[in-house]
């Protein structure tokens, strides 16, 4: 992905932004009152690549965001205070919206351009 190339049309992040309304919601991790098995149960039941970590279901506060490949390992090798900790220390403190990974930009250009966002190829 190219940053200094400009949409040639204007887009919002929120028109990229997952989950779009008919989704399932955000797939997140709790600060507070997550057990390691519902972690567990969570990385088992979705494919994403990774999970924002909020403060709690309700407030959705973001902490920090989680790679699924790290969260497996720590499952495995740490207790999950640990990792909450690491969160707890970036120190982010913002009310998340959703989600945009790189993919999700590459298609939103390709429909801007009138091209099938399938049909745009990934390595
Ligand atoms: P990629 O977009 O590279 O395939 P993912 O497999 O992580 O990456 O995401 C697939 C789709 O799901 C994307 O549209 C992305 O915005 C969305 N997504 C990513 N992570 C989450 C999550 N934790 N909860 C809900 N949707 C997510």
Do not use: C, W
């Not at 979705?46 to 279901?57: E, H, I, K, L, M």
């Amino acid at each position: 992905l190219e940053p200094k190339e400009e949409f040639e049309h204007k887009s919002l992040a929120v028109d990229v932004m997952r989950p779009r309304r008919s989704d399932p919601a955000l797939a997140v991790l709790t600060q507070e009152g997550m057990t390691v098995a519902e972690a567990e149960a969570l990385v088992e039941s979705t494919r994403y690549s990774g999970f924002p970590v909020v403060v709690s279901q309700e407030s959705q506060r973001l902490v920090g965001f989680v790679l699924r490949r790290d969260l497996l390992i720590s499952i495995d090798h740490t207790p999950m205070d640990i990792t909450v900790d690491i969160f707890r220390k970036l120190g982010l403190r913002q009310r998340l919206l959703g989600i945009i990974t790189k993919k999700d930009i590459l298609k939103h250009m390709a429909q801007m351009a009138n091209r099938d966002p399938d049909s745009i190829l990934f390595n």
